[in-house]
């Protein structure tokens, strides 16, 4: 079992930039596939980003393709969202959720993960 702690959301200003963490607080996440998901009020939870277990494949849609970057780092047990020149319709709390063991997929629906975390608020002020 894994699980998940998601950190360093905020606020911050359209244009700007963010890069939000998730370490395993309870097991390790390095042989999971990972995705990043986001859920404004009233909406949906929307796919963020995804990358296979191995760090060989990453996937985005194309409202944060060029912008948002997924990465992780392996020995510290760590995930990473780097969001750039973010606008307000990226406002949301961002989760990331653990898929499936040396998953080469790159799942975009959240039941295709097993766990999350808590989530952690980002705000884009105009």
């Known amino acids: 079992q894994v699980q998940l702690v998601e950190s360093g959301g905020g606020l911050v200003q359209a244009g700007g930039s963010l890069r939000l963490s998730c370490a395993a607080s309870v097991g390790t996440l390095s042989s999971y596939g990972m995705g990043w998901f986001r859920q404004a009020p009233g909406k949906e939870r929307e796919f963020v980003a995804a990358i296979t277990w191995n760090a060989l494949s990453t996937s985005y849609p194309d409202s944060v393709k060029g912008r948002f970057t997924i990465s992780r780092d392996n020995f510290k047990n760590t995930v990473y969202l780097q969001m750039n020149n973010l606008k307000p319709e990226d406002t949301a709390v961002y989760y990331c959720?653990?898929?499936?063991?040396?998953?080469?997929?790159?799942?975009?629906?959240?039941?295709?993960?097993?766990?999350w975390g808590q989530g952690t608020q980002v705000t884009v002020s105009s």
């Open positions: 959720a653990a898929g499936y063991r040396y998953s080469t997929l790159l799942p975009t629906t959240s039941r295709s993960y097993q766990y």
